[in-house]
């Protein structure tokens, strides 16, 4: 298992195994990273299927803690529970996973995870465009489009990066097409085909929104 942090990164990823364990630490134990004051968010890769009991103890100021195993297996220490209560842990991940059945259990707030809805073109030739359903920690949303090119300046053809802010409640007062006709270039079509962000509204509106505070409502 390989737990690995970098340049912008105020956090640590684990990937590289099923389970990850308190020895997968030992290159971080004595480095300030570990006990960052401004806090610190750990994302476990789609491979990890299973956390050591007390790993998390190692990590004494994590504040947001991603899992992308929709599968993943978590049982927490009490030591660990106080821990994740006591720094409010915002826990992220998709909608009717394990992310979201841990945070219901432990109390705590859950965000649903950034998702890509759409990737069109071709990075090769004039460019693809990918385009990331983002949220804010309030659950506001937002998409981020993203074109990326070889060769050729991104802003020759109208490329380049944009972030587009959208309503509090969209996933209630839009429709996918409504959302998708906000975004620039060719994606329109991509985002309605592949139905991401359709099925993500839907169950949004379902539950009253991408945020659910489970540490007030249970």
């Given at each position: 298992?390989?737990?690995?942090?970098?340049?912008?990164?105020?956090?640590?990823d684990?990937?590289?195994?099923k389970?990850?364990?308190?020895k997968?630490?030992d290159?971080?134990m004595?480095?300030p990273?570990?006990?960052?004051?401004?806090?610190i968010?750990?994302?476990?890769?789609?491979e990890?299927?299973?956390?050591?009991?007390g790993?998390f103890?190692?990590?004494?100021t994590?504040c947001?803690f991603?899992?992308l195993?929709?599968?993943?297996?978590?049982?927490l220490?009490?030591?660990?529970k106080?821990l994740?209560?006591?720094?409010?842990?915002?826990?992220?991940g998709?909608?009717?996973?394990?992310?979201?059945?841990f945070?219901k259990e432990?109390r705590?707030r859950?965000?649903h995870t950034?998702?890509?809805?759409?990737r069109?073109?071709d990075?090769?030739?004039?460019?693809?465009?990918?385009?990331?359903?983002?949220?804010?920690?309030?659950g506001s949303?937002y998409?981020?489009q993203?074109?990326?090119?070889?060769?050729?300046s991104a802003?020759?053809?109208g490329?380049g990066e944009?972030d587009?802010?959208l309503?509090k409640?969209f996933?209630?007062?839009?429709?996918a097409?409504?959302v998708?006709g906000?975004?620039?270039?060719?994606?329109y079509?991509?985002i309605?085909?592949?139905?991401i962000l359709n099925s993500?509204?839907?169950?949004?509106?379902?539950k009253?929104?991408?945020?659910?505070e489970?540490?007030?409502?249970?």
């Open positions: 298992m390989i737990v690995s942090s970098g340049y912008r990164k105020n956090g640590f684990a990937h590289g195994g389970l990850l364990q308190k997968d630490m290159f971080w004595n480095l990273e570990r006990t960052d004051p401004n806090g968010c750990f994302e476990l890769s789609e990890v299927e299973e956390v050591e009991q790993f103890e190692l990590v004494p994590i947001e991603r899992m195993n929709p599968d993943c297996r978590l049982y220490s009490e030591e660990e106080e994740f209560q006591k720094n409010n842990v915002l826990i992220r998709a909608f009717d996973t394990s992310a979201e059945v945070a432990n705590l859950f965000l950034d998702t890509v809805i759409a069109e073109g990075y090769f030739e004039r460019g693809i465009d990918i385009l990331t359903l983002c949220f804010y920690q309030d949303a998409i981020n993203d074109e990326k090119c070889q060769g050729i802003g020759n053809t490329g944009v587009i802010n309503p409640d996933y209630k007062t839009m429709s097409k409504d998708a906000m975004c620039w270039g060719n994606c079509n991509d309605l085909e592949r139905g993500l509204m839907k169950k949004a509106a379902k009253n929104g991408f945020l659910k489970y540490s007030k409502n249970g």
